[in-house]
């Protein structure tokens, strides 16, 4: 199994408070992902990192941002955390590289609530 | 911009059973990848079974199987002596096979499989 955790595993929180979610990798790979998950909505991309301090965008970014100031931790903030938010969140690692390098692995997922 | 569709929302299957769940998807590049993941009710997302486009042979994995017909765009899983163990939900994802974004996995929106006893 990859070595990704993912911390908290489960947050309730309120609306307006600022929440940090921490996802870390003990394989030293360098692409790294957080996605939420919905009913009817499957996994959707939220940010990317593809290196310390390099990160992008993905399809549902408004509302969160992301550091990466090392290689094993990649940080999602939702700076005023709102009810739409209320989802299951996984962060992801994979290598460079082609071939099985390039799949993705998921972190066991953090549920968060916004009341 | 690449999709994803399972058109089947729900399934069911007998135990020791052979099932089959369908994924197509919609690309205009011929170097990419398709997965299919499995997640149980531990909410784990857990690697199935993996396809490269440039491989004409249908990967394997012990009971699981695809059917990869690249000029439909189709990408279906077979599960074969289907067992308790996998009820689940199942995902099918896309991936370009260039790097940057393009590598980021494009899912559908999944496909919950009941195993009866």
């Known amino acids: 199994d990859a070595g990704i955790t993912q911390s908290p595993r489960h947050k309730v929180t309120e609306t307006g408070t600022p929440v940090t979610l921490r996802c870390h990798q003990t394989e030293n790979h360098r692409y790294m992902y957080w996605y939420r998950q919905d009913p009817g909505h499957g996994l959707r991309l939220i940010h990317y990192s593809y290196g310390v301090k390099d990160t992008d965008k993905g399809e549902v970014s408004d509302g969160y941002s992301v550091s990466r100031s090392k290689t094993e931790d990649f940080l999602l903030t939702l700076e005023s955390a709102t009810s739409s938010q209320t989802s299951v969140y996984f962060c992801?690692?994979?290598?460079?590289?082609?071939?099985?390098?390039?799949?993705?692995?998921f972190g066991p997922g953090t549920r968060l609530t916004v009341l | 911009a690449q999709t994803v569709t399972q058109s089947q929302p729900e399934m069911s299957v007998q135990e020791a059973e052979t099932v089959t769940l369908s994924c197509t998807y919609d690309t205009s590049e011929s170097d990419y990848y398709l997965f299919w993941y499995k997640q149980p009710p531990s909410r784990q997302m857990i690697l199935v079974i993996r396809q490269e486009a440039y491989k004409q042979q249908n990967a394997t994995e012990n009971r699981f199987s695809v059917n990869f017909q690249k000029a439909a765009k189709s990408f279906s899983l077979k599960i074969s002596d289907s067992q308790l163990g996998d009820a689940a939900m199942y995902f099918c994802?896309?991936?370009?096979?260039?790097?940057?974004?393009?590598?980021?996995?494009?899912f559908g929106k999944g496909t919950k499989l009941s195993v009866k006893p």
């Open positions: 992801a690692i994979r290598g460079g590289g082609r071939g099985p390098t390039y799949t993705q692995y």
């Open positions: 994802a896309y991936r370009s096979g260039g790097g940057g974004s393009q590598g980021n996995l494009i």
